[in-house]
């Protein structure tokens, strides 16, 4: 794990992003790291999701994984946007909910990530 957290990179807008499906009730597998999500349709928010880092032609991608094994595709970009659907495929919202953390909503999850916003 202490390899992993020195691993993660501070990109423009994110700083993490590791990978895998989160399980709940404990500790990611080595390697993985876990961010808080919840369906959009109500109940708490919960450290059960992850987040791997790809980097793709079109820059960094992050593949954010729910506990039931569904993912989207998400790209960073340096437009003050913070990211985009990777694959077109959806529209996001995307909006700061403090300080170091946006909040995501792509098709039935939302998915709080770590950021760091810069002028």
Not at 1 to 10: F, G, H, P, S, V
Not at 17 to 25: D, K, S
Not at 72 to 100: M, Q
């Amino acid at each position: 794990m202490d390899r992993a957290l020195n691993n993660i990179a501070t990109v423009m807008v994110f700083a993490a992003a590791l990978t895998g499906c989160g399980r709940g009730g404990g500790e990611p597998p080595a390697g993985l790291e876990a961010i808080e999500c919840r369906p959009t349709d109500g109940g708490p928010m919960e450290k059960v999701c992850t987040i791997e880092r790809m980097t793709s032609g079109e820059g960094t991608v992050l593949v954010v994984r729910a506990p039931d094994g569904s993912f989207h595709r998400l790209l960073i970009v340096r437009d003050g946007r913070g990211v985009i659907a990777a694959d077109g495929a959806e529209p996001l919202a995307v909006r700061s909910v403090g300080r170091g953390t946006i909040e995501v909503v792509a098709g039935g999850m939302q998915y709080r990530l770590p950021a760091r916003v810069t002028p």
